[in-house]
């Protein structure tokens, strides 16, 4: 019985923000995300910001407002 207890460990772990996935490395602990999730979830941060050539609609509707 006392070798059935030496083989138990545990391992720190959390589920992904993004898909609910078992994380178990200390960076995706740290962030939250898996390295996949967190990299999808850094291209939809930067798509949402315009290009330097593009306005929103927002500005386009204020500019036409002056």
Do not use: W
């Amino acid at each position: 019985m006392a070798d059935d207890l030496s083989e138990i460990f545990t391992v720190k772990a959390r589920r992904c923000k993004r898909c609910g996935g078992l994380l178990t490395s200390a960076e995706a602990l740290k962030d939250g995300y898996g390295h996949v999730c967190r990299m999808k979830t850094r291209e939809e941060e930067l798509a949402k910001i315009p290009g330097p050539n593009q306005i929103t609609l927002f500005e386009n509707l204020e500019s036409e407002d002056e």
